[in-house]
DNA sequence: TGTACATCAGTGAACGCGCGTTCACTGATGTAC
DNA sequence: TGTACATCAGTGAACGCGCGTTCACTGATGTAC
């Protein structure tokens, strides 16, 4: 049972990273509960099972974990997007797929998309600008995946930006109230994506009849 | 100078209004750089003038604090609707009024907006109840508001339901970003200001082209 | 108007607690030979 | 394969600090007569 063979050969970096894990799944844990500011690190490293001093092992400040999670919870949101973009490009059923695909992930990351909801206007100065500055990349490329949608060619980049900013406000909106405790309940939840998908469909209705900003 | 005559007959009544009046603001203030998790009773009442304990004579815990701070944004919030009604009620330039309605507002009641933009999905449970609630009841007049519109009258509840809400989620979105300490730069708020009208006009385009939903 | 008493907003000392961070350490893993 | 040394993730004691809350108090304002 516990010969040489069966023993996981775990390396020192393994380990580390493995606690590094730990930590950060901690802290969006922790997260659900209480913003990024009143965040305790001895809680934090206690659920991660370690001894608080371990937790600079990993990382400078706590800022710098904020930072990590920034990171990590918009390669999660690109994800979503590939996703989008990897299916049907019919634009009739673009937006359904999209939201559905929202759903999934929503549920998938909940931890992720609470804390970009949480602390896009709840946190510390870097965090918020960190968000922001993620977003604002986010919004960029959207921007130039609806550019070449051929019903959108006569639409400057003024055009462009408030369409694109209406999608995201009204995801990053959306994420942040269904992935909130308040929407434990799956009717909740699927109610709160009913009015997503029609919402969607109203700006989308709204783009179909838009005139091209002049300049 | 200090004759009887110019001595100020405050009321212990009245004072103790100053000093609460104190405390709100202090909170008000403190709360534009952290959120309201972070909040020290104890910088607070500094900031206020009175010794930490004092606190108590006026606030059972600081989140009745915090609801007494929810109540009073949301007064603020439905003096911009009254100022907005108040007005010219033709469909063509109501938009653009809001929107200068809102900018305006935004600048008086700064902390206000802020404290909603950041507590509503940042804060405590009890907090995030409180707005969410408040949110949902300034939701359900602003149904009935547009339910009296001509234009609109063939709409059931639902349609009425989603396009509230865009609005909804839109001014609160874009208030959170428009007060933020980041969009202190008359340009960049006013940049802001501009979407935020341009996207308001994309869902109204939205709105006209909408066909109502079955059931 | 004057006096005696009640009210109560604000005081200040004291408490125990959890916090982030320092530091010298331990002992298992990794490396050089 | 075996030995001697280096690395470094995690330990545990200790620190000083600001925290919320308790309590008995003070003294100006308000009230009853």
Redesign the pocket.
């Known amino acids: 049972m516990t010969d040489k063979a069966t023993v996981a050969p775990e ?3 393994e ?2 990273e493995r ?1 590094r894990r730990a930590i950060l799944d901690a802290a969006l844990d922790q997260l659900a509960e209480t913003g990024f500011g009143a ?5 934090l490293t206690k659920a991660a099972g ?5 937790f ?3 990382f400078a ?2 800022d710098e974990l904020g930072l990590t999670l920034v990171d990590e919870s918009f390669v999660t949101l690109r994800g979503l997007i590939r996703e989008v973009r990897s299916g049907d490009p019919a634009p009739e059923t673009l937006i359904d797929r999209s939201v559905d695909v929202l759903a999934v992930q929503l549920e998938e990351h909940k931890a992720h998309f609470r804390f970009i909801g949480r602390e896009r206007h709840g946190g510390s100065a870097a965090l918020r600008g960190a968000i922001r500055h993620e977003l604002d990349l986010f919004e960029r490329e959207l921007v130039t995946d609806l550019a070449r949608m051929p019903e959108l060619e006569r639409w400057g980049a003024a055009d462009l930006h408030v369409l694109a900013s209406l999608f995201v406000d009204l995801m990053v909106a959306a994420a942040a109230e269904i992935v909130s405790p308040s929407a434990e309940q799956a009717a909740v939840r699927r109610e709160l994506v009913d009015n997503l998908r029609n919402q969607a469909r109203m700006i989308v209705v709204g783009a179909a009849g838009w005139e091209p900003l002049g300049g």
Chains 1, 2 share one sequence.
């Open positions: 390396s020192r970096q380990r580390k606690t965040l305790s690190l001895r809680q370690i001894v608080p001093t371990a600079y092992r990993h400040t706590l």
